[in-house]
């Protein structure tokens, strides 16, 4: 953890509390990914510079923290707020440019010791479990939503490929053209070479037999499919 000795070293004058202690070490986990403290307070001051030091006056409220941040390379700006609620603390940080906004609630007692809060080498319990749970509830949240945000550029369908994709298109009707045949054949068997047909009262099974009547035409129910004739069925 090179970096936030120094760092506690620096604010140690002016940390007089538990929240003192852990707003210090959230303000060296945001400068280690790669940003500059600005100053405090919600909105920029003439006294704003960039730092990885804490600003003047950053821990003048115990009940609201409120740091501003900015980039290495200018391209996000953060604004952290962390507010004491009993013995707990929760962290917000709003990202400007793409307004995503990450939570995480920190138990106080869990990784700060009060009764040293001087010391470097004991204030902090569970070091590497605390880092892991800033960089997961708030840093990389902010930092996937904002990579995603500026490489996913805005796709257009063209015309053709819209109108293809449209759900609410209505396709063309196509009517048929082919006639349907003056007849049907009744479901039935297949023995042997010819078909065993169920009779029932319609026009006709063949063309030619069109012109025969419902009384001739019952008890057929053969087809022979070997010349084409209706034939009687063999009793």
């Not at 909105?43 to 960039?50: A, F, M, R």
Request: aromatic fraction near 8%; hydrophobic fraction near 35%; charged fraction near 25%.
């Amino acid at each position: 953890m090179a970096g936030l000795e120094v760092l506690f070293a620096s604010a140690a004058p002016v940390i007089t509390c538990a929240q003192d202690a852990l707003v210090c070490f959230l303000h060296w986990e945001v400068v280690t990914h790669g940003y500059y403290g600005l100053g405090a307070g919600d909105q920029p001051g003439p006294n704003d510079k960039k730092s990885e030091l804490l600003p003047a006056e950053w821990n003048n409220n115990k009940d609201l923290y409120v740091l501003r941040y900015e980039s290495k390379d200018g391209s996000r700006k953060l604004l952290v707020k962390a507010v004491t609620v009993e013995n707990s603390v929760i962290i917000n940080v709003l990202e400007h440019g793409s307004q995503q906004v990450s939570d995480l609630t920190l138990n106080l007692n869990d990784y700060i010791d009060s009764e040293h809060l001087l010391d470097f080498h004991r204030v902090y319990k569970k070091s590497e479990e605390l880092r892991s749970r800033l960089v997961s509830g708030i840093i990389t949240p902010i930092h996937e939503h904002w990579v995603k945000a500026s490489e996913s550029p805005h796709q257009e369908f063209p015309p053709a490929t819209a109108r293809e994709v449209d759900p609410l298109r209505i396709h063309p009707h196509h009517p048929h053209t082919s006639r349907q045949p003056p007849w049907h054949v009744d479901t039935g068997t297949v023995r042997g070479s010819t078909w065993q047909s169920k009779v029932s009262s319609v026009p006709a099974f063949w063309p030619e037999d069109q012109k025969r009547s419902p009384r001739e035409l019952e008890g057929i129910n053969e087809i022979d499919h070997r010349n084409g004739r209706v034939q009687k069925a063999t009793p």
